[in-house]
């Protein structure tokens, strides 16, 4: 079955300090991967996207993410966090199915401390 | 531009009561339409799924319903709620592009307590 891994449940770093969010998927076939960010009691944002081509995508925030077939990885990355950064980070996988439905990961917290 | 209105944002309701949220979309046609579920200190679990007026699609069988009675909206309902369909429950919309399919586009979400 399709399944979209976080295992960080949690992370903190320091402001200024460089992010990375680990992502994991199981998939058949490439698939569609987002990264979406949500703060408290909203909606989800979208960070980025990767479709097809340049396997390092630039999105908002100054965030960027690294596709890699082989180790079936999307993570999330930033030079320097800030501290608005912190919020709940989701990788997701849409699956062509005819509804294209996406599945999400668990979600990683992220506490940045001055 | 596009946009999505969900309603309400916050619902208090006993157990054994009804329950009907709403989601509508503006600005776009024949989107793909999506309800959510995310629990407490847990990602979200795609409830339902439709590609058309009519045209439901279940992923977790449950107490709860989705209908698409227009094109553009979206209605979560069940009979009965249970304390277990407490969370945030999320619509959200897509559709297909030149190159594939569109990010999702959220709402602000509806907190559910059910007590």
């Known amino acids: 079955a399709q399944s979209v891994t976080q295992p960080d449940i949690h992370i903190t770093v320091s402001e200024g300090a460089s992010l990375e969010l680990r992502c994991n998927y199981s998939y058949g076939a490439t698939p569609y991967l987002f990264w979406y960010v949500q703060s408290p009691g909203q909606g989800l944002q979208l960070l980025l996207k990767y479709f097809s081509g340049d396997t390092l995508v630039q999105g908002i925030k100054g965030f960027e993410a690294e596709f890699k077939r082989s180790q079936s990885s999307f993570n999330l990355r930033k030079p320097s966090v800030h501290w608005s950064d912190a919020a709940e980070y989701f990788c997701a996988v849409a699956l062509n199915t005819g509804g294209f439905k996406t599945i999400f990961g668990a979600g990683t917290r992220l506490f940045v401390k001055a | 531009s596009q946009t999505i209105h969900q309603w309400p944002a916050t619902l208090v309701q006993p157990v054994g009561s009804p329950l009907s949220l709403e989601c509508t979309v503006e600005?776009?046609?024949?989107?793909?339409l999506y309800w959510y579920r995310q629990a407490a200190g847990r990602g979200l679990q795609l409830l339902f799924y439709?590609?058309?007026?009519?045209?439901i699609s279940s992923e977790v069988p449950q107490n709860l319903s989705a209908s698409r009675p227009q094109d553009r909206q979206f209605i979560l309902s069940s009979k009965k709620l249970l304390l277990s369909d407490s969370g945030f429950y999320l619509c959200?919309?897509?559709?297909?592009?030149?190159?594939?399919?569109?990010?999702?586009?959220f709402g602000n979400g509806t907190r559910l307590t059910v007590t």
């Open positions: 600005g776009t046609s024949n989107p793909n």
């Open positions: 959200a919309w897509s559709f297909l592009t030149g190159v594939g399919h569109s990010p999702l586009h």
């Open positions: 439709s590609v058309g007026i009519g045209q």
